[in-house]
């Protein structure tokens, strides 16, 4: 089963990519500037472009045509509020409308820790946490199974593998690599399965933690 990873060569993008790959799954990495994957079409991933900020149909058919699943790992670096409303809110929208409109039928959403309450996040998180929380809304509604995933801060650390998760945890940090995991484990174990949930670093095993979202 190929699986599309949006925003793959993100920072976390990269790391769902590589675990997806040395598991043995097809993917199809979709990214912003296909120079960037150079490394990836070399070595035969499929490799498409798209742009969040100006979505399009004719964009979204190569991106969702005979796609089954979904891994979004894109979104703005900016935190700017116009930046926010333009890519992960309205981009991120527009993606999930054509997929579902194009018969994917899984998706997988990186959002962010406490955007369902941005007052818990300090002043300059506040406008992506709204439109981190709008998107995943509308995705709670788009006929796909879902899955919203809402980390903390991310780090390059080494994977540790183990998690806490609950609707909201307390803030801690996250390593990328553990937040690859999540998302891919996330894939297989059904009480993730239109399910959205808080997740930080220690606690429990991965696949364990996520069982007991039950
Ligand atoms: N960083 C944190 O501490 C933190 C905390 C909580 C949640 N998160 C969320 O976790 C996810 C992963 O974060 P990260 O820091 O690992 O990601 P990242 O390195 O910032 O990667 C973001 C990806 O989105 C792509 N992108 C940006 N603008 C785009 C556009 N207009 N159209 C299409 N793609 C676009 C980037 O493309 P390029 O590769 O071309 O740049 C990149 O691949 C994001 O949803 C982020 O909001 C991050």
Known sequence: MTIT???ATGSSGRHIVEKLLAQGHPVRAVVRKARKAAALQ?????????DLASPSHEMF??????AETVINAAATGSMTKRQAELIDHKGVVAA???????????????SMMGSGDPGRLPGYLRATGRAKDAADTHLTR?????????PPWLT???????????????????????LAA?????LDVTTTHNRMFEVTGGGAPITDALHGLA
């Open 61 to 66: 058919v190569p991106v969702f045509a005979s």
């Open 182 to 186: 999540v998302a891919i484990a996330s």
């Open 142 to 150: 788009s006929g796909m199974t879902w899955t919203v995933i809402r």
């Open 156 to 178: 390059d650390g080494a994977a540790q593998g183990r998690i806490t998760v609950g609707d909201s945890v307390t803030e801690g940090s996250l390593s990328r690599a553990d």
């Open 96 to 110: 999930v409308d054509a997929a579902a409109a194009l018969g994917v039928k899984r998706w997988v959403q990186i």
């Open 42 to 50: 070399a070595a035969g991933v499929e490799v498409v472009e798209f």
């Open 5 to 7: 990873v949006l925003g």
